[in-house]
């Protein structure tokens, strides 16, 4: 049987290291095209492991491919990765980061935390009403006594967020308090995270219907002349859950697990992360507090909407979030110039030929 999705979705990997650890999923990850964002000098070779099929976009490709909207796509961050998610053309995307691994589960069995996303993004979510015996799709569960009938159809699944075993992503005080803690811990669920709920969504195990909310995943202005690192996933991810709850899409949490092999510096960490420890007592608020109205009926419109409220809302605590304000427009005209398609349907205007 041929892999599921094999041609309808991108492994999206930044790396600003080197590729060794597609040796250990080869097995899961060779049937798929692989969308490598080289971060950092462009003139390092990185080396592709024999036997994928790939393309790999440097800081080069960046700048010749979107000329000035470059300025968009984060240089020496994890942030640089959503520059994969625009040029894919495909309906689904996997991102993993170079230094997570296949774990195993509790019988000792190889994850392939691929197929699992996969199965999570094509089973519907349930954000409308919590089930309490987790994932009613999973083989041996249901939806429980006093669930609504007329909610049990779920909703559509646009991101499946996986977890990860050895290093936890834990931001950098509680990884300079418990440098040695590791997560041993496998938990067997998937759960739907509630409507009105937001999430810290990590970047490293993650899967999405580029296709229902791609546009909503911009990683930020992170990383070189920023003041602040380390939020790329968290900002998409507040975006994203606000929009999924707008239009009425569900966002799992869970199953899979990788194993997460590197701890970064927690030093390095805690210069990156400093302003958005103290900012995010005032952006969570906003995004709680963020209003979309009837007439964003896209994922374009709606991302266009926050824009305008990050500069008017957030734009008083930090001249940052005007620049992101901005940065948040230049990704979406560059994604619909990528994807002039999806973008024309996206924004109203009919395309050629219609
Ligand atoms: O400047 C950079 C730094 C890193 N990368 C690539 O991004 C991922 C993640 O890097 P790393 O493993 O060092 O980061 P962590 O601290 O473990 O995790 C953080 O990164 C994000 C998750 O992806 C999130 O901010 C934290 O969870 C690797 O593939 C590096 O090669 C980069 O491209 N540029
Ligand atoms: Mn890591």
């Excluded at 003139?43 to 700048?63: A, S």
């Excluded at 041996?140 to 049990?152: E, I, M, N, Q």
């Excluded at 929009?243 to 869970?254: E, R, Y």
């Excluded at 605590?317 to 005209?333: C, G, H, Q, R």
């Amino acid at each position: 049987m041929a892999p599921l999705l094999k041609d309808e979705l991108d492994i999206v990997i930044p790396t600003i290291r080197n590729l060794d650890f597609l040796e250990m999923w080869r097995p899961f990850f060779q049937p798929y095209h692989l969308i490598i964002v080289q971060d950092g000098d462009p003139t390092k070779k990185i080396n592709v492991p024999e036997g994928f099929d790939y393309e790999l976009y440097n800081r080069n490709d960046i700048n010749r491919i979107l000329g000035p909207r470059a300025s968009c796509i984060s240089f020496k961050d994890s942030a640089c990765r959503c520059f994969g998610y625009m040029v894919s053309k495909k309906k689904y995307v996997f991102t993993i980061d170079d230094d997570c691994f296949v774990a195993k589960d509790p019988s000792g069995k190889d994850i392939d935390a691929l197929a699992k996303h996969i199965q999570n993004l094509l089973c519907p979510s349930t954000p409308l009403f919590f089930n309490t015996l987790y994932d009613p799709y999973a083989e041996g569960a249901d939806f429980v006594r006093g669930y609504p009938f007329s909610l049990r159809e779920g909703l559509p699944t646009a991101v499946s967020h996986g977890l990860w075993l050895n290093i936890p992503d834990y931001d950098a005080p509680t990884q300079l308090v418990k440098p040695r803690e590791r997560n041993g811990r496998y938990v067997d669920a998937v759960m739907t995270i509630p409507k009105g709920t937001l999430f810290p969504m990590c970047g490293m195990n993650l899967a999405f219907d580029r296709e229902l909310i791609g546009p909503a995943m911009y990683f930020g202005l992170m990383g070189d002349g920023q003041p602040i690192g380390r939020y790329d996933d968290m900002w998409a991810g507040w975006c994203v859950k606000v929009i999924c709850d707008h239009l009425g899409l569900g966002v799992k949490t869970g199953l899979p697990y990788i194993w997460h092999s590197k701890a970064s510096n927690p030093f390095v960490n805690l210069k990156k992360e400093y302003k958005g420890i103290f900012w995010q007592e005032d952006i969570i608020p906003f995004f709680q507090a963020a209003t979309l109205t009837k007439d964003c009926d896209t994922v374009q419109k709606c991302y266009i909407a926050l824009s305008h409220q990050v500069r008017e809302k957030l734009g008083k605590i930090d001249p940052y979030f005007a620049k992101l304000a901005d940065a948040m427009v230049t990704w979406i005209e560059a994604w619909d110039t990528l994807n002039p398609k999806e973008g024309a349907e996206a924004n109203g205007k009919p395309t050629k030929g219609k």
